[in-house]
């Protein structure tokens, strides 16, 4: 039984790849019935995308579980009315093609709206509807890069690192789900709904908030040379003596105190905020004197905020990791999966629910709208629909 919060909110998906499909992952998760809606082609780019896990894209199976799919023909008549008949049903609307492009089509906020006045629709785009870079092709990296992020990471004798996670994306992703809930709300208690513009480059660039406080400080240094990115030895990460890497948070002083004496290093007591070469050299000197496992046996009976950084492997097989429920094993077509859940999943769930194949629940969601078995024939073999035969 669904007893989630948005148990009876019908979400309309027309996004594809990874920021409005994790959006609406975080929608489903908290008991929203996510509807894909797909092209009659390939359906979301991502399902074509590999790694594969038992012949799925692993991207997809990782960001679709629980949802249906109905798949409409979106350039024709047919298409569009079914697809504003299933809008009068739905409570939010989420949408990532380019600006202009809905509206287009004839299915944009204004269409949606005029046949459901308390829809919550939202459009995730690279800059946003408008400014003049609004029709600008972008991906996750470009935004990174002109939000001020990219030019940040990484060593300061080294080029930009590209972070592994897709800041950019899912911080829009973020935004957009925290505003569709804020919406849904203000819907429930006006009546109105809402239009929601998010853009990738304003979601990133949000989170510079400290990057952006410090320069409003004063603070130059770049590319690892400020106070949170490597400009002192208290914050920093270390090369151990086999190779692996410890990281040293330790801002507070009670910290670097603790770090110290655990060390039977209060020499190093002034230095804590020091950004002279020599300085950093003896805090490397010191972690080089001893082996990862060294450094674990002596960080487990100590409080100073000092990390062994662990590969994948380890992150997915970590006691605290593993007891949070952050990791779900399951299985695709017979092969093992590993999915990951959220912060704000039930975790009184052990397992997730099966993602849609593509077209899969077109008949199953459309007769729901009164379409009959002959009418939905008639659609699929006139191109505006696919689905599987009931």
């Known amino acids: 039984m669904n007893d989630k919060p948005l148990r009876g909110v019908r979400v309309l998906?027309?996004?594809?790849?990874?920021?409005?499909?994790?959006?609406?992952?975080?929608?489903?998760?908290?008991?929203?019935?996510?509807?894909?809606?797909?092209?009659?082609?390939?359906?979301?780019?991502?399902?074509?995308?590999?790694?594969?896990?038992?012949?799925?894209?692993?991207?997809?199976?990782?960001?679709?579980?629980?949802?249906?799919?109905?798949?409409?023909?979106l350039k024709t008549k047919a298409g569009r009315e079914l697809f504003l008949r299933l809008a009068a049903t739905a409570g939010v609307v989420v949408e990532s093609f380019r600006p202009g492009t809905v509206d287009r089509l004839g299915i944009g906020y204004e269409a949606v709206k005029a046949v459901n006045p308390r829809v919550v629709y939202c459009s995730i785009s690279g800059f946003g509807q408008d400014?003049?870079?609004?029709?600008?092709?972008?991906?996750?990296?470009?935004?990174?890069?002109?939000?001020?992020?990219?030019?940040?990471?990484?060593?300061?004798?080294?080029?930009?690192?590209?972070?592994?996670?897709?800041?950019?994306?899912?911080?829009?992703?973020?935004?957009?789900?925290?505003?569709?809930?804020?919406?849904?709300?203000?819907?429930?208690?006006?009546?109105?709904?809402?239009?929601?513009?998010?853009?990738m480059l304003d979601s990133a660039l949000a989170w510079m908030v400290m990057p952006v406080a410090e320069y409003a400080a004063g603070e130059r240094g770049g590319r690892g040379r400020l106070p949170l990115t490597g400009k002192h030895p208290c914050y920093n990460v270390y090369r151990t003596r086999d190779g692996r890497d410890v990281c040293l948070a330790a801002l507070e002083?009670?910290?670097?105190?603790?770090?110290?004496?655990?060390?039977?290093?209060?020499?190093?007591?002034?230095?804590?905020?020091?950004?002279?070469?020599?300085?950093?050299?003896?805090?490397?000197?010191?972690?080089?004197?001893?082996?990862?496992?060294?450094?674990?046996?002596?960080?487990?009976?100590?409080?100073?905020?000092?990390?062994?950084?662990?590969?994948?492997?380890?992150?997915?097989?970590?006691?605290?990791?593993?007891?949070?429920?952050?990791?779900?094993?399951?299985?695709?077509?017979?092969?093992?999966?590993?999915?990951?859940?959220?912060?704000?999943?039930?975790?009184?769930?052990?397992?997730r629910p099966a993602c849609p194949g593509h077209g899969e629940h077109t008949a199953e969601v459309l007769s729901e709208l009164g379409v009959t078995d002959r009418e939905l024939a008639e659609l699929e073999a006139a191109g505006v629909v696919r689905g599987r035969s009931r």
């Open 131 to 199: 400014g003049p870079d609004r029709d600008r092709a972008g991906h996750d990296l470009d935004f990174l890069a002109r939000s001020g992020i990219l030019g940040l990471c990484g060593r300061p004798d080294a080029a930009p690192a590209i972070p592994p996670v897709q800041i950019a994306d899912l911080s829009s992703a973020m935004y957009a789900a925290a505003g569709i809930l804020a919406y849904l709300r203000e819907s429930e208690r006006t009546g109105e709904g809402r239009y929601l513009d998010i853009g």
């Open 253 to 351: 002083r009670k910290f670097w105190e603790a770090f110290c004496r655990a060390t039977e290093r209060e020499d190093l007591l002034p230095l804590q905020f020091s950004e002279r070469p020599e300085d950093f050299a003896l805090l490397e000197a010191l972690f080089a004197g001893r082996t990862r496992d060294e450094w674990a046996e002596l960080l487990r009976n100590t409080d100073f905020c000092c990390e062994i950084v662990p590969s994948l492997d380890e992150v997915l097989s970590d006691p605290q990791v593993k007891h949070r429920g952050l990791v779900i094993e399951t299985a695709a077509v017979g092969q093992a999966n590993i999915l990951l859940g959220h912060p704000l999943r039930d975790r009184r769930e052990k397992g």
């Open 13 to 73: 998906d027309l996004s594809r790849l990874l920021p409005g499909p994790f959006c609406t992952l975080l929608l489903a998760d908290l008991g929203a019935e996510v509807v894909k809606v797909e092209d009659v082609e390939g359906g979301d780019y991502i399902r074509a995308m590999g790694p594969f896990i038992g012949g799925q894209s692993a991207y997809f199976l990782a960001l679709n579980p629980g949802k249906k799919s109905v798949s409409l023909n």
